[in-house]
């Protein structure tokens, strides 16, 4: 998870490193206003830490499309075996059919 804020300033998005779950454990660590400067205009303004905006942190979509490929993979993976377990069989019955089939089909010239 990325806190952000927005510097009143410049407009510019500025990301704290702060590892916290809650606003009450970031208020346990900085107190109940954030002292910065902006990293992109250096301006130094107090936010309270309630104007600050918590989001996903950014590698969290790559991860879940990660996830989702070995899942889609698995799946397939397990489909294409899936498939094999029921076709194998399949084919040997009907090869065996067709080998009797050809076995009734032809046949020998009498002797009579
Ligand atoms: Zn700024």
């Not at 205009?41 to 830490?49: N, S």
């Not at 499309?65 to 076709?87: D, K, N, P």
Request: hydrophobic letters at 40%; charged letters at 25%.
């Amino acid at each position: 998870m990325l806190l952000s804020y927005y510097c009143s300033t410049c407009k510019k998005k500025n990301y704290l490193k702060y590892k916290v779950k809650d606003r009450f454990e970031l208020q346990n660590k900085i107190g109940d206003e954030l002292n910065k400067h902006c990293d992109s205009c250096g301006t130094l303004k107090k936010k309270h830490i309630n104007r600050l905006h918590a989001e996903p942190n950014r590698y969290i979509g790559l991860i879940a499309l990660a996830i989702a490929s070995i899942l889609t993979l698995t799946v397939w993976y397990y489909r294409f075996i899936a498939t094999l377990a029921f076709t194998i069989p399949i084919w040997i019955y009907f090869d065996a059919y067709k080998t009797a089939s050809d076995f009734n089909k032809i046949k020998v010239a009498r002797k009579n």
